[in-house]
């Protein structure tokens, strides 16, 4: 399958500081991305979509303003998680999309924040 | 109503049996499915995915289709402990590009 690259797979940061997650295709072009937030025990909840070239469509009752994704070349995009908070704790996955219909979609390792 | 409804388990099943796992959705124009295995800690990793009423196999795995029921099932057959994770159903819905996930069926295998 497609290779999807996410860094860092963890950070450890102090409360109300901002941390930056990378998601890279490392072997095709994905126009859209998507970012996830798992919390322990439970399932995948899509944050946003985020678009090559314009802004990202979030999801009901994800902040944009605290949760800024920039999409600006077809194999990069970026979340930036800013003011982070310790319920900002969690496991972030992104995806990005390939095969028949631009249908499957391959994740990145994940990244395991740490609000202190 | 849940968009993807799985049963969340644990489903126990003997070393070399078949393991059956279930998910139904509810948006009819839906007309891509997914199974991901994912690993504690780990991201999901794609094992099939199914677009057609039907059956499609792949070495041990067999997904299953039935847009009528709005039902999508996997098979794993000769069940290996190392097959013991969650497994987590996935859709893409007529409107969007987007895929929503069940919330996974956690699957134990016992020697």
């Known amino acids: 399958g497609a290779v999807v690259s996410q860094h860092p797979s963890w950070v450890i940061c102090k409360s109300g500081t901002s941390v930056k997650i990378e998601c890279r295709s490392l072997d095709f072009q994905a126009t859209t991305m998507f970012w996830y937030r798992q919390f322990p025990k439970q399932s995948l909840m899509l944050m946003a979509t985020?678009?090559?070239?314009?802004?990202?469509?979030?999801e009901q009752g994800v902040e944009k303003d605290k949760f800024l994704i920039n999409h600006a070349s077809l194999t990069l995009s970026t979340l930036t998680v800013t003011s982070a908070h310790p319920e900002d704790s969690s496991f972030y996955i992104c995806?990005?999309?390939?095969?028949?219909?631009?249908?499957?979609?391959?994740f990145g390792q994940g990244t395991r924040l740490t609000v202190v | 109503q849940k968009e993807v409804e799985q049963n969340s388990g644990p489903l126990s099943v003997p070393e070399g049996a078949i393991a059956s796992l279930n998910c139904t959705y509810s948006d009819r124009g839906s007309q891509s499915f997914f199974w991901y295995r994912q690993y504690s800690g780990k991201s999901p990793e794609l094992i099939m995915s199914i677009y057609s009423n039907g059956d499609k196999e792949d070495g041990r795995f067999t997904a299953q289709l039935n847009k009528a029921s709005q039902y999508v099932s996997l098979l794993i057959r000769d069940s290996q402990p190392s097959d013991s994770a969650t497994y987590l159903c996935?859709?893409?819905?007529?409107?969007?590009?987007?895929?929503?996930f069940g919330s996974g069926t956690r699957l134990s295998i016992r020697p």
């Open positions: 995806s990005a999309g390939t095969g028949p219909m631009n249908t499957e979609a391959f």
């Open positions: 985020s678009n090559e070239g314009s802004k990202a469509t979030y």
């Open positions: 996935a859709v893409r819905g007529s409107s969007a590009s987007k895929i929503i």
